[in-house]
């Protein structure tokens, strides 16, 4: 009797799933349900209140979170002094979510705008763009893809 053969990548995940460790992790997901239109999907708390694990879908892209656990070696940015990653995340309203980031405590880095390289030059990708960090110290970049522009120089 044939079996079927079991995915090697569950259902609902694709190749890449970002993991995101920080404090405050329960405050991220409201963040995110509230800024973003996230999904809550899972969430295990721990006996001592904090989020052990969580995935959340955005759109059609699901990730996964957790409040940092130093005895695990697990920490967050705000106890790293920072965090070299940052989450790019298209939306079709790119006023209408900035807004609601400002609105809900994020910090601006940079407003909305067309995408510039740092020489001014437009690029590639044809994206209105705004950078900013939520409490949690990790930076967004909220994106709408406004046209399919190549390299303008």
């Known amino acids: 009797m044939a079996t079927k053969a079991t995915r090697f990548i569950p259902e609902g995940f694709s190749t890449l799933t970002p993991y995101l460790v920080m404090s405050g992790a329960s405050e991220a997901i409201e963040f995110y349900k509230k ?11 721990m ?14 892209s699901r990730f996964m979170l957790a409040d940092e ?10 106890s790293l002094g920072g965090s070299p990653v940052g989450l790019c ?26 995408d510039r390289h740092p020489q001014g030059r437009r690029v ?6 705004a950078h900013g ?21």
């Open 69 to 78: 656990m130093p005895e695990m070696n697990m920490r967050g940015p705000k």
């Open 47 to 60: 006996p001592n209140g904090k989020v052990g694990h969580a995935e959340l879908r955005i759109g059609n």
């Open 124 to 129: 590639a990708r044809g994206d209105q763009t």
């Open 89 to 114: 995340v298209y939306f079709e309203d790119c006023d209408a979510v900035f807004n609601r980031a400002v609105s809900s405590g994020a910090k601006v880095e940079r407003p909305l705008v067309d």
């Open 35 to 45: 800024v973003f239109s996230a999904t809550e999907l899972v969430r295990m708390p």
């Open 133 to 153: 960090e939520d409490a949690q110290a990790l930076m967004r970049r909220v994106h709408c893809h406004r046209s399919a522009a190549a390299h303008l120089g």
